[in-house]
Nanobody, 125 residues
Framework: QMQLVESGGGLVAPGGSLTLSCAASGGPIRRNVLGWFRQAPGRERTFVATIDWMNYDEYEASVKGRFTISRDNDKNMFYLQMNSVKSEATGAYYC???????????????????WGKGIQVTVSS
């Protein structure tokens, strides 16, 4: 059973940058699809970014060009670099991992097998 732990959250000013990390244990991420999701208070968990085992990545439209998802299979970690953040980026961020048999381009939370507990990101001046 894979376990995921997020780190790097906190308070960031509008226009600033923040990098979230997700450390995986209990199994290798090498063949897994990895994703980041955001959940604002009272809202559903929504897709932010995903990357597959071939390093093909995809982003929610509002963050494309500003956020970057990456992975380090040797360290069993993956990341979300957030640049030029806006107030609507505030929320709890969850990292997630999906077994390879689910395919690629996984945009729905229902398609992921393992989840971190989440970490808060607050964009405020």
């Amino acid at each position: 059973q894979m376990q995921l732990v997020e780190s790097g959250g906190g308070l960031v000013a509008p226009g600033g940058s923040l990098t979230l990390s997700c450390a995986a244990s209990g199994g290798p991420i090498r063949r897994n699809v990895l994703g980041w999701f955001r959940q604002a208070p009272g809202r559903e968990r929504t897709f932010v970014a995903t990357i597959d085992w071939m390093n093909y990545d995809e982003y929610e439209a509002s963050v494309k060009g500003r956020f970057t998802i990456s992975r380090d299979n040797d360290k069993n970690m993956f990341y979300l670099q957030m640049n030029s953040v806006k107030s609507e980026a505030t929320g709890a961020y969850y990292c997630a991992s999906a077994n390879a048999w689910r395919g690629s381009r996984l945009l729905s939370p229902n398609e992921y097998d393992y989840w971190g507990k989440g970490i808060q990101v607050t964009v405020s001046s």
